[in-house]
């Protein structure tokens, strides 16, 4: 009933930028927490950045500084200004919400289809 849909993704220097966005779609009632998460060849899927319906952040360590996660709660749209990118950030970046339907009264965890980042040296 949600259909997240990434785009941004691409190939970059490292020291460069990129800039993913996500935008969520279906019969939408409210969207909790969203986030980006990542997942390198060989490697489990980690949390990347998250951001809730009131503005509150998180931050994965390794990204502090250099990465920042926006929301647009009207449009519902999550958006991951990458910046300083480096080798090890090359991945397959995964947009995730939790979110609520008109059809049902309690929230469910969806995930796009990811959007390549490649980051060379």
């Known amino acids: 009933q949600v259909q997240l849909v990434e785009s941004g993704g691409g190939l970059v220097q490292a020291g460069g930028s990129l800039r993913l966005s996500c935008a969520a779609s279906g019969s939408i009632f409210s969207i909790n927490t969203m986030g980006w998460y990542r997942q390198a060849p060989g490697k489990q899927r980690e949390l990347v950045a998250t951001?809730?319906?009131?503005?509150?952040?998180n931050y994965a360590d390794s990204v502090k500084g250099r990465f920042t996660i926006y929301r647009d709660n009207a449009k519902n749209t999550v958006s991951l200004q990458m910046n300083s990118l480096k080798p090890e950030d090359t991945a397959v970046y995964y947009c995730n919400a939790d979110a609520r339907v008109y059809s049902r009264n309690y929230y469910q965890n969806y995930w796009g289809q990811g959007t390549q980042v490649t980051v060379s040296s």
């Open positions: 951001i809730t319906s009131g503005g509150s952040t």
